[in-house]
């Protein structure tokens, strides 16, 4: 099979914790503007920032390493 282009991504450390910031902080950017746009009941600032954002985070580093990882497998194998 013959090999693929490469595109040449190029994702460093920099960039990807600055992709990873700024998804996370539209996700907690969207609950605090939710109430504004709809009559739902919201949830507490102190809700959001101490175990929504604390849990949206972890889950998103565990999701990176693991994409990460699966990259160098792809990339060797």
């Known amino acids: 099979m013959p090999a693929l282009p490469t595109v040449g991504m190029g994702f460093d450390l920099v960039k990807t914790i600055g992709a990873f910031v700024l998804l ?16 739902m009941t919201p949830m507490a600032t102190s809700t959001i920032l101490m ?24 990339a060797t194998n």
Not at 24 to 39: K, M, N, S
Not at 58 to 71: D, R, T, W
């Open 51 to 74: 175990m929504v954002l604390p849990s949206m985070a972890i889950f998103g580093a565990i999701m990176l390493a693991v994409g990460v990882k699966h990259g160098e497998y792809r």
């Open 24 to 39: 996370v902080a539209i996700g907690i950017g969207g609950l605090f503007v939710l109430p504004e746009l709809t009559p």
